[in-house]
């Protein structure tokens, strides 16, 4: 099994510059915003957003053509600018997240909503993302903040779509693949295509990691969706969470597209259960295993890997290409 500690070996000095980038850029003199940010910066999780910008920059510049030491960074502040950028919009939203689920934990601690109210956490998030802008504007880096910041409404416009089919009950496979494009890939496939515009790659480099990173991203959410279906996995989140708030994900989608209309007028009852009756949950769990849902949900889950790697292929072996490839492969076989 792929390690993210392998992953993170060609910039592991630089990574470890990044945190005091990020930390020494959110502080504040107030006494409980001050414990506020604190706790979310030590809860941001595996930072698999900035170590993608971070590697595609180094991917595609000129420190692709030299050796690499270990212990020496690769990476510029106009770099750690656009990770911190992607990770902490990243953070804002999955603050927003959790108040709108009314989630108690973040990666097995407690949620922001959950220590301090929903009504603080909202304005936490609003601050980070306020921040965030700000530092980006203080740089004067305008292309690349230009480049990050449209992301935002994407992401708003992603979960807003997910809310209303859920609502309906009506998601198709196409309306899946929107959904998670934009409240996962998009962000995704920005981390990457902002590494290369960091070091003002050429477009085409700027546009194949942005490709790479859409694939990565797409990927990475399918796996996100088959796990909920996995009593055994690692995620720090309860299995079947996405159940029990009426999401259609794509292991379910698999077993709808294939059921007779009688059918699948049962299963989407039965969903509409789910936020009230375990037992609706434990029988769709088990339809769509015993159905392959989830096995149908991996298949097209590698094409997304598949066409991830391909994109990689195209440049020159060295140990940034290694760990992004690594990467793609940590992302298909992760269980948390």
């Not at 992401?155 to 409240?183: M, N, P, V």
């Not at 890997?305 to 298909?332: E, G, H, M, Q, W």
Request: hydrophobic share 40%.
């Amino acid at each position: 099994m792929i390690t993210l500690d392998a992953i993170r070996t060609p910039i592991a000095a630089d990574l470890e510059a990044f945190e005091e980038f990020i930390r020494s850029r959110f502080s504040s003199e107030g006494k409980l915003l001050s414990e506020m940010i604190s706790h979310v910066l030590s809860s941001r999780g595996k930072g698999i957003r900035p170590i993608i910008t971070m590697l595609c920059s180094a991917l595609v510049s000129d420190v692709n053509n030299r050796e690499w030491v270990e212990g020496e960074r690769n990476c510029s502040k106009r770099t750690y600018l656009g990770a911190m950028m992607v990770e902490m919009l990243h953070t804002a939203s999955l603050i927003h997240d959790d108040v709108i689920d009314n989630a108690d934990t973040r990666r097995g601690r407690p949620s922001a909503n959950a220590l301090w109210q929903s009504r603080n956490a909202v304005v936490l998030g609003d601050y980070i993302l306020a921040r965030t802008m700000s530092i980006g504007m203080d740089s004067a880096q305008y292309d690349l903040v230009s480049h990050i910041v449209g992301s935002v409404a994407t992401l708003c416009e992603g979960e807003i779509l997910q809310s209303q089919h859920a609502a309906d009950k009506d998601t198709t496979r196409q309306d899946y693949f929107e959904i998670i494009y934009k409240k996962t890939a998009s962000l995704i496939s920005i981390s990457a295509s902002a590494g290369a515009v960091s070091v003002k790659a050429p477009r085409q480099d700027v546009e194949q990691m942005r490709r790479f990173g859409e694939a990565l991203g797409m990927a990475f959410q399918i796996q996100d969706d088959i796990l909920d279906y996995s009593r055994s996995a690692q995620t720090g989140k309860p299995t079947n969470n996405d159940l029990r708030e009426g999401k259609i994900t794509l292991p379910l989608i698999e077993v709808l597209e294939k059921c007779s209309p009688a059918e699948k007028l049962q299963l989407l009852d039965k969903l509409s259960q789910c936020k009230e009756d375990e037992a609706a949950v434990d029988f769709l769990q088990g339809v769509v295993e015993a159905t392959g849902g989830t096995a149908m949900a991996a298949r097209t889950m590698q094409t997304y890997i598949d066409r991830a790697t391909s994109i990689l292929a195209k440049y020159p072996d060295s140990p940034y290409r290694t760990a992004l490839v690594n990467l793609c492969a940590f992302v298909a076989e992760r269980d948390k």
